[in-house]
């Protein structure tokens, strides 16, 4: 069973800048894109990245060059670097493999 971890969020000014992290169980990044997912209140769950097993990350237009989605492999990690975060990136945010999600991690931008 694979479990995913998420942490990193946290309360930012707008402007501001959070790392994302997405702990992994087990050595699964050779196998499967890696997907980073959030939710704000009263809204669907939407996609917000996509780290592939080869070539380069895709973005959903909000946050295409602000954001951006590496790997550790040795640690079993991906990261969501998020820059120039606005009040419109507050969500609680997930990472995806395959058919497993984490718990989430709260962002919250405000001033």
């Known amino acids: 069973q694979v479990q995913l971890v998420e942490s990193g969020g946290g309360l930012v000014q707008p402007g501001g800048s959070l790392r994302l992290s997405c702990a992994a169980s087990?050595?699964?990044?050779?196998?499967?894109?890696m997907d980073w997912y959030r939710q704000a209140p009263g809204k669907q769950r939407e996609w917000v990245a996509t780290?592939?097993?080869?070539?380069?990350?895709t973005y959903t237009e909000s946050v295409k060059g602000r954001f951006s989605m590496s790997r550790d492999s040795a640690k079993n990690t991906v990261y969501l670097q998020m820059n120039s975060l606005k009040p419109e990136d507050t969500a609680r945010y997930y990472c995806?493999?395959?058919?497993?999600w984490g718990q989430g991690t709260q962002v919250t931008v405000s001033s």
């Open positions: 995806k493999w395959l058919d497993h």
């Open positions: 780290l592939p097993i080869r070539g380069i990350s």
């Open positions: 087990g050595s699964i990044f050779g196998f499967n894109a």
